[in-house]
């Protein structure tokens, strides 16, 4: 029997369709399932970009257990545009980084660079070769110098020298110029490579690189996690010295380098070194007693500080990584950073 049009009318009309609360209903369970998804999609982004990170780190180690084994038995050399102890000879600025060029597969790019050039590294500007024709290799991407978290700035590094727990860079036979021991207590030393021998904690014990983030390069802006403001003082002799300036933030945005890690050529505090004067990602902002004339940064506090959950990772002087907590102790802190105090914390 033929279907009559009142019959099919009949019919649609007990057709269902969507309505309005069926769609508001259906994205609002839409909206709590990603409210629940995305930090966990964050979250194992961020454990795979750290987990890069070590790696990174742990390349660095390995160079420079290949340079102590084909370098006369000393870890890579390091100094800052500055005059030695007795300010008789000027010293070249040469990191780390530079030195381990040959060991991380960046052979060609070492073969680049002047043996000794005459460098200006300045704070407030980006970092420059006074020989411009070299001033190209500063923006050489090298990504095994960048940790994933942090921004990817050809030619920058987020990877620093341990260069102990003094704020500054001269030894106490220099009481003249600040000399203080803790300022020659790290796996670096400005102006002469250490030795596997000196490091009597063992070299477990004693931190080689750790992480620091890259400057912003906005002199606008102070930005504590990433840049260094100049305390209005001129006598950071100890590490006691250099957090008591540092906690005396004159202003919310006082007068700053924002340049920092910017290169991996060059040594000094406002490229490729650190200090442990601060705990790893302190409240306090890292600063120097110097001003925008001191290459490399005077003496100060510059802390090691990630974009990582609650610490920073580390590449001991064997090899070994760590990833270190905010929440560690300053003393054995301190004490990772020192590599003949006998510390075995």
């Known amino acids: 029997m ?11 009309n007990h057709r269902h369709g969507v309505t309005l609360p069926d769609v508001l209903v259906s994205l609002g369970v839409i909206g709590i399932l990603m409210t629940l998804i995305f930090p966990a999609v964050q979250s194992a982004r961020e454990s795979a970009r750290q987990l890069k990170c070590r790696d990174n780190l742990r390349q660095l180690g390995i160079a420079s257990q290949n340079h102590i084994a084909t370098k006369a038995d000393k870890f890579p050399y390091t100094a800052t545009n500055a005059s030695d102890a007795r300010g008789q000879q000027l010293l070249a600025s040469v990191s780390p980084h530079q030195n381990l060029l040959g060991f991380l597969d960046l052979a060609t790019l070492a073969y680049e ?21 070299c001033q190209a290799l500063l923006e050489v991407p090298c990504p095994v110098f960048l940790c994933p978290s942090d921004v990817q ?11 102990g727990y003094g704020p500054g860079v001269y030894a106490a036979d220099s009481p003249a110029i600040g000399g203080f021991i803790g300022n020659v207590s790290g796996a670096f030393v ?22 620091k983030l ?6 606008a802006n102070f ?8 305390a209005s003082t001129s006598e950071i002799f100890t590490e006691d010295d250099a957090v008591l300036a540092c906690a005396s933030l004159p202003l919310p945005n006082p007068i700053h380098a924002s340049y920092g890690g910017w290169t991996w050529l060059f040594g000094g505090w406002n490229s490729t070194w650190y200090n442990h004067v601060l705990p790893p990602n302190s409240r306090i902002p890292d600063c120097s007693e110097g001003s925008f004339e001191m290459a490399g940064g005077g003496s100060g506090a510059y802390c090691a500080r990630s974009l990582h959950n609650s610490g920073v990772n580390a590449v001991m002087a064997d090899g070994s990584t760590r990833f270190v907590s905010d929440q560690i102790d300053l003393l054995v802190w ?3 950073s020192s590599r003949s105090g006998e510390e075995t914390r």
């Open 190 to 211: 400005h102006g002469r490579s250490t030795r596997p021998f000196e490091f009597r904690d063992g070299l477990s014990n004693t931190i080689l690189f750790s992480e």
């Open 334 to 336: 301190r004490a990772l």
């Open 223 to 230: 930005s504590p996690q990433s840049d260094f403001f100049f």
């Open 113 to 133: 660079l002047d043996a000794e050039p005459q460098v200006v590294n300045q704070t407030q500007f980006p970092p420059t070769f006074a020989d411009a024709d």
């Open 214 to 219: 890259i400057g912003d390069g906005s002199a």
């Open 2 to 12: 033929p279907t009559t049009s009142r019959q099919r009318n009949t019919q649609s």
């Open 153 to 163: 700035r050809p030619g920058a590094t987020n990877y620093r020298a341990n260069m």
